[in-house]
């Protein structure tokens, strides 16, 4: 996290880096990765018969805020000041659709100081929004690349009842075409890497 510092700023995977920079996956995610946000844990480019390309995660802070994503930049503008005082700075949205069905808009933030470790402040913080009154999680990413074609093939359902499983808070998730993401508590996202690093890689 110490590139992360020097960077001063983090660019949101777009569409997962632009569908991974239109199909060269692997060096596109390690190429996103390379300021420390992140990190990849496994890689098969080998087999074409393994749908798995590459796992990663983000200990970067998220916000899961539970409002529709037509309204991301009003919300940004709204959670902001709210984030100020929390030493935070938000820096993009984007949207995602939650495990409960519900539009949210997902923001990336991180601490004004450089330091991406998850704040000693508590998960749930209350906002008060222009049109709403607002509860936001903080919560991080998992990332799973797979070779299968569509949102959700099998690998991506079988991580997700994986981690249901486990026991794991499915905060949301969102897939796109051979890429999907993962939202949980900052706290179980290296014990969910790890999960699914042993049990979705050969080995």
């Known amino acids: 996290m110490e590139a992360l510092s020097k960077a001063g700023a983090v660019v949101m995977k777009a569409d997962a880096i632009e569908y991974a920079r239109r199909h060269r996956i692997i060096f596109s995610l390690m190429s996103s990765f390379r300021e420390g946000r992140g990190t990849v844990v496994g890689a098969d480019r080998s087999s074409g018969d393994w749908p798995v390309l590459g796992l990663s995660f983000d200990r970067s802070i998220l916000i899961l805020d539970g409002v529709a994503g037509s309204r991301a930049e009003e919300v940004r503008e709204s959670v902001a000041p709210k984030l100020g005082e929390l030493g935070f700075a938000p820096l993009s949205a984007s949207w995602i659709g939650s495990s409960d069905g519900v539009d949210s808009s997902l923001f990336m933030v991180f601490r004004e100081d450089g330091i991406a470790d998850p704040p000693a402040v508590p998960g749930i913080v209350e906002c008060e929004y222009p049109w709403m009154k607002g509860r936001i999680r903080l919560c991080a990413s998992v990332t799973l690349i797979t070779r299968e074609a569509g949102p959700f093939g099998r690998i991506c359902s079988q991580a997700i009842r994986l981690l249901r499983d486990e026991g794991f808070e499915l905060l949301g998730y969102n897939a796109v075409d051979r890429c999907c ?12 890497v790890r999960i699914l690093h042993g049990k979705l890689f050969p080995g």
Not at 181 to 192: C, T
């Open 181 to 192: 993401h993962f939202f949980l508590p900052s706290d179980d996202v290296v014990p969910a």
